[in-house]
Each structure stands twice: as structure tokens, then as C-alpha cells.
């Protein structure tokens, strides 16, 4: 945020907020290492209300930097409290918290403009009864504080004049011109230390040779990471949910049987296989790409890619909601919302399933353990994470194909301006990162998959125990899909799992499981890895499995997703299409992997 | 000279700024506004966007955009 004088959304609601609402106090937080920008916002912000506190925050940063910035300069220059922090070295947060309750008598400096700008204030200022100019200035931004006002027609016959007059660029350089007299006084930029952090990041980012199998290297290794260290826990979980079953069904006994059984065969049984499943490669990779953002690398994944995004209608903006799709597809639809154009945001929604999220990558991982290498050795997941990674691209492909075909079809013209800021990278605190990603993100993954993944089984065991003439509803499902499923080289149960998969990906497998099993997932098995057995059983193959992995790839986004998407394209059109695109493509390629081995 | 030629590693001061308006009120929050210096720090290897930095700043643009401004040599 750097200006009331908004440009963005967010600044106009920030914007809004400051002239309209009520409150005691304003805090400016601004960036001691790059006060320069943050000095108009804080004349603003001071140019509206005389209650503000400027906050310096990252000053040890600064410091490092030898960036000098002198708070008690500050203080004089603007006349109102200003507090230099660092809230990861916790400097100033006292100080901070107990400027915040003093009584002051608040009287801060006032900011001269521009003769033309000054000469407007005069005239309007007494009509207003007020003497902050900048309330002044955002009648002339757009009339949302006009209504508080009674103007008489005169006055606001001359507010439209100057409304055409002064551009909002000469009101920002009114304030540029002045915050410029205050920063010579305050900031000193002494011989900038560019962090050597920074400086060997960039150079490995900017240099052809390094700069891409760096970021393969990053994308492997991240999956690497969650596949090996899941496994194990994985198993745990699973054997220690699984030897729960028997004493809660004992304890359960009073129940009905009727009512028993789908609850534990049903429900129990699809719960404990997707908590176990999923959630500790989500543990995982959650903490791992929150590390990465908050060290501050996606910006330079979106430079980099930039170029080959341009040339597909889009820009590198869209790998950044890529990334987050990686992590749940329906978080990289809202994501979307940092691109500015139109178009780039409806290419980018469209095409960000292509990216699998992690409701679809642990069974992808399941499979290829299954049916490709042994997941639970040490070369095994680095195989695992080598085919993963090759999936992943292959998503990233068609990201590129189908955006590049969208943006032929989606006539919209607009040449926006492309600006990327870089910031310098912070090793963040790997803990409270940790403990965040799994609050904010694992959890909330989780509880969703758990919120479906019970009735889901209860569902099927019903379907599955309630026959008409003898044969099963679930049969007869089963049945009708089967045509269908063996022209993608797959069967009906798996269209069927993938149709039930719908409200949350992380149900496909154990859905498909319980359809194999007629409904009671009532297997013996021992390990993860046993699971192979029931499908063989069931006629998979090589093929199958392959297929099975385009289909995870390249079908419909859940339901949270479907939602998201039409919250934001606001379009039924736009929804229907991000169904079906990926959807038809997937069919496609499964039908043609089919057809061609 | 365009900015988009410079060297880098090396610093210039800008002259003007060929740009839209709208576009000009995007930059002028990255300081991109003349009579400040600004520094050529790496490219893309795609040589688009290129980094820059003004002030404590650093942002990519296009190589197109850096091409609309125009800089001088620091004497």
C-alpha cells in the first residue's frame, strides 16, 4: 500500500477507510529500508487526521543495510510520534504500545503543495468548515465524501472544474515534492550493502545456464522431501487407526448393526484412509513452500518466467498462482487476484487446475508408489519424486498450450503495464512458519477432506448395500460407467470414484477402494503397499495406472474450486468452462494413451 | 539513452518518461520519476523483464517499458 491517492483496489478501500470511518488513532508502518516510498503515505495519512503514530518498521534491516534514518528527525519534521521497530528483533513494540495510551495534544506539521493545489485548498477548505487539506483533495478523487458535505451548486460547480484540472499525477507529485524536502534530512544512504544473501540468489536466478535447473531443483526437491518423510508416518497412522477399529465397533456394540456397520466400514474406514494419506505429506509441504514464499523466492520464479508467459497472452504473475494452486487449487484461484488485467486473471483461474493440489498429489504419490517404484526406499522416493516432477511439468505444459489457445479466444485488449517488485530476501522464522502453514493451510485442508470424506462413506455403503433385483446401486453405477471407463483404458468404478471425488479430490482412492471392495473396504490388508493387490484384482495394469494419473491431472476442479472460480469470474459462462476444459482434456488424453498402446 | 540499454551493474539518471499516463502513476510509486538514479541490476534470461533499482526499491519491467525511458549517463 503506498498511497491514498489509489491506483489498486486495496488502496482504495484503504483509501475509503481513512476519510470515511471513524477511529482514535492512525499507524503508519512504514519500511525503514525503503522509506523514501512509504514518506507520501505518511503525509497523506497526516495531510487527513492529526492522530498518527509513524512506525519505522525493519530498522535493524535498514541498519545491516547501511540505510541511516533518523526517527528523531522525523519526529521534528512531521511534529507527531514516531516509533523505529523491528518486530523480529522486538525493538520499539513497548515503546509502541505505550505511545499508543499516551494522552497527546496532537498537532502535526502542515504539508504545503503545489501553488495550484494550495490555491484550490484555500477556496474549498473554508466551505468544508475543516483545515486538513486532504479532505479537500479526496473530493476531487471521486465522490463518496460528497455526500457528507452540503455543497451549494456553485461549489460544486467549481469542484468539476477542478475535478478536469488537476490530475490525481500532480496531486502525488505535490506530495512527492514535498516528502522529498523531508527525506534529504532523514534518510542517509551511505554505500548500500546489497546482502550477499541477495546478491548470490540473483545472480543464480538471472544466469541462463542456473537459473532454470535451479528451480527444477526446488520443485524436486520439495516433493522429494514430502514423499520421503511421509511415508512413515503415513504407515503409523494408518496401522494405528486401523487397530482402533475393532475396540471402537466393541464399544459401539449397543448400536444396531445396520447402523453400525456403515458407520465403521463406511465412514471410519474412508476417514482414517484419507487422514492418513494426506495428511502428512501435507505437513510437509505446506511448512516446506511456506518457507520458500516467506524467504521471498516465488517473485523470482515469476521473473523468470515472465517471458514465456508473455508470449502465451499471460505474464510471470501466473506462476505465482500456480504455486499456490500446488497447495489448493481453489487458494490459487483467489490468488489470481494480483493480476491486474482481466484477461491474464481469467487465463490463469481457467488453467489452474492443471496444477495439482494436494488433495490429488499424495494418491498420485500412492499410485506411483504402487505401480512405478517402491516409495518407502531411499532411491525409490527419489524416483517417486522424479516421475511427480515430470507429472508436474507436464501440468506446467499445459498450462502454457491451453493458455496460450485461451488467450487467442478471450478478445479482450489491454496492454497493461507488467511491474514486479524483487524485495531483498529474510530468512523468516522457521518455527512460527512451521506452525502457521499447518494452522492456516493444513488444517484447513484436512478438516474440509474430513467434513466430506465421512458422509462420502457413508454414501457408498449405502449404495452399495441397498440392491433392487439383487444386484447393487453401486453395481449398477459401476456397470453404466463401464463402457465409458474401459474407452479411457480405465473401468467404471474409477469414473465413478472421480465423479464422487468431486466435492473433495482426496476421497478418489479410498472411494475406488470401498467400489472395488463392494462398499465394506472390507480387505485384509497390512500395509499401504498391499493396497496393490486389490487393484490387480481388479484388472490394472501399467496403462491403467498411467491413465489414472492423466485423468487425477486433467479433470473437473472440486467443488470449493467450482465455487471460487464463479465467485470471482462472477460467470456462469466462465465456471461451465473451467469444468469442462479440463475435464474434455483429460478424456481426450486418456482416450489417445489408450488408443495408441 | 533508453533505460532498457543500460548496463548492468550501471547507474543513470532519468530524463523522461514516454509512457501513459495511467502507467506513469504505477511507476511514480517505484519511484520511477525524473531526476532519480537508477540502477541496472540483472536481467532475465530472457533479457525480459529486467531489474532495477531505485532508492531502496527493487522491481522487473519489460523490456519494452524500459525502452520508453529515457536516461542519462551519471557525468
Redesign the interface.
Known amino acids: 500500500m503506498?498511497?491514498l491517492i489509489y491506483?489498486s483496489p486495496e488502496e482504495e478501500v484503504a483509501s475509503d477507510f481513512v476519510f470515511l470511518e471513524k477511529y482514535d488513532l492512525a499507524i503508519v508502518v512504514a519500511?525503514a529500508?525503503?522509506?523514501?516510498?512509504s514518506m507520501e503515505i505518511i503525509l497523506e495519512v497526516l495531510d487527513v487526521t492529526d492522530h498518527v503514530i509513524v512506525c519505522l518498521n525493519l530498522i535493524d534491516e535498514a541498519r545491516k543495510?547501511n540505510?541511516l534514518v533518523d526517527p528523531q528527525e522525523l519526529m521534528e519534521k512531521l511534529q507527531v510520534p514516531v516509533i523505529a521497530t523491528s518486530v523480529k528483533e522486538k525493538i520499539g513494540l513497548q515503546e509502541l504500545i505505550e505511545t499508543m495510551n499516551k494522552e497527546y495534544i496532537w498537532h502535526p506539521k502542515e504539508i504545503t503543495h503545489s501553488p495550484k493545489i494550495e490555491r484550490y485548498c484555500n477556496y474549498m477548505l473554508p466551505k468544508l468548515s475543516t483545515s486538513k487539506k486532504g479532505v479537500a483533495i479526496k473530493l476531487l478523487l471521486d465522490d463518496k465524501l460528497e455526500k457528507k458535505y452540503e455543497l451549494s451548486s456553485e461549489t460544486q460547480k467549481i469542484l468539476r472544474f477542478y475535478r478536469k484540472y488537476l490530475?490525481?499525477?500532480e496531486i502525488?507529485?505535490s506530495y512527492?515534492d514535498y516528502a522529498k524536502t523531508i527525506n534529504k534530512d532523514v534518510i542517509e544512504?551511505k554505500k548500500e550493502q546489497e546482502k550477499r544473501e541477495d546478491k548470490i540468489w540473483?545472480?543464480l536466478?538471472?544466469?541462463?545456464w542456473t537459473?532454470?535447473p535451479l528451480m527444477l531443483l526446488l520443485l524436486f526437491g520439495i516433493l522429494w522431501l514430502t514423499i520421503y518423510f511421509s511415508n512413515i508416518p503415513s504407515e503409523f497412522l494408518f496401522e494405528f487407526f486401523q487397530s482402533l477399529e475393532t475396540p471402537i465397533y466393541n464399544l459401539l456394540s449397543f448400536l444396531p448393526s445396520s447402523l453400525l456397520d456403515p458407520l465403521i466400514y463406511g465412514g471410519y474406514r474412508t476417514l482414517y484412509w484419507v487422514v492418513s494419506v494426506m495428511l502428512p505429506p501435507m505437513l510437509i509441504f505446506f511448512p516446506l513452500f511456506s518457507l520458500l514464499e516467506d524467504y521471498g523466492l516465488l517473485p523470482r520464479i515469476a521473473?523468470?518466467l515472465?517471458?514465456?508467459f508473455?508470449k502465451c497472452g499471460s505474464c510471470?504473475k501466473q506462476s505465482l498462482t500456480m504455486c499456490m494452486g500446488l497447495g489448493c487449487n481453489a487458494v490459487g484461484v483467489t490468488g489470481t487476484r494480483i493480476m491486474e488485467s482481466k484477461k491474464m486473471r481469467l487465463l490463469s483461474i481457467l488453467t489452474n487446475v492443471f496444477m495439482p493440489c494436494n488433495g490429488r498429489f499424495p494418491a498420485m504419490i500412492a499410485i506411483i508408489g504402487m505401480f512405478f517404484v517402491q516409495n518407502n526406499t531411499f532411491l525409490g522416493s527419489i524416483y517417486s519424486a522424479l516421475i511427480l516432477s515430470i507429472i508436474i511439468l507436464g501440468g506446467i505444459l499445459l498450462t502454457f498450450l491451453i493458455t496460450k489457445i485461451l488467450s487467442k479466444v478471450i478478445l479482450k485488449k489491454e496492454e497493461p503495464?507488467?511491474?514486479?517488485?524483487?524485495?531483498?530476501f529474510r530468512r523468516p522464522k522457521i518455527l512460527k512458519t512451521i506452525y502457521f502453514a499447518w494452522k492456516e493451510k493444513a488444517l484447513h485442508v484436512l478438516v474440509r477432506a474430513i467434513i466430506v470424506s465421512f458422509p462420502a462413506g457413508l454414501f457408498i455403503y449405502f449404495l452399495a448395500n441397498v440392491s433392487i433385483e439383487h444386484i447393487s446401486l453401486l453395481n449398477y453405477l459401476q456397470n453404466f460407467l463401464e463402457p465409458f471407463g474401459q474407452c479411457l483404458g480405465l473401468d467404471g468404478a474409477i469414473i465413478l470414484a472421480f465423479i464422487l471425488g468431486f466435492p473433495a479430490n482426496e476421497i478418489v482412492i479410498p472411494m475406488l477402494l470401498m467400489i472395488y471392495s463392494g462398499g465394506t473396504m472390507l480387505v485384509e490388508y497390512t500395509s499401504l503397499e498391499s493396497l496393490k493387490q486389490i487393484f490387480l484384482i481388479n484388472g490394472w495394469t501399467i496403462l491403467t495406472a498411467v491413465n489414472f494419473l492423466i485423468l487425477s491431472l486433467c479433470h473437473f476442479p472440486c467443488a470449493t474450486t467450482m465455487l471460487t472460480i464463479k465467485k470471482e469470474t462472477k460467470s456462469f459462462g466462465y465456471t461451465f468452462l473451467a469444468f469442462l476444459l479440463p475435464t474434455c482434456l483429460g478424456i481426450l488424453l486418456a482416450f489417445l494413451v489408450n488408443l495408441l498402446f | 539513452m533508453k533505460c532498457s540499454e543500460l548496463q548492468v551493474g550501471k547507474k543513470a539518471k532519468i530524463k523522461k518518461i514516454d509512457?501513459d499516463?495511467?502507467?506513469?502513476?504505477?511507476?511514480?510509486?517505484?519511484?520511477v520519476?525524473p531526476g532519480e538514479d537508477i540502477i541496472c541490476?540483472?536481467?532475465?534470461?530472457?533479457?525480459?523483464?529486467i531489474?532495477y533499482q531505485i532508492?531502496?526499491?527493487?522491481?522487473?519491467?519489460?523490456e519494452e517499458?524500459a525502452a520508453l525511458i529515457e536516461v542519462e549517463h551519471e557525468k
Open positions: 503506498y498511497s491506483q519500511d529500508t525503503n522509506l523514501e516510498r543495510r540505510i490530475t490525481k499525477m502525488k507529485e512527492h544512504r540473483n545472480t536466478f538471472s544466469n541462463r537459473s532454470f521473473f523468470n515472465d517471458a514465456p508473455a510471470g503495464l507488467f511491474i514486479l517488485e524483487l524485495p531483498s | 509512457l499516463e495511467k502507467k506513469q502513476m504505477k511507476l511514480f510509486h517505484l519511484g520519476i541490476k540483472f536481467k532475465s534470461p530472457f533479457h525480459t523483464p531489474a532508492k531502496g526499491c527493487v522491481f522487473a519491467i519489460r517499458d
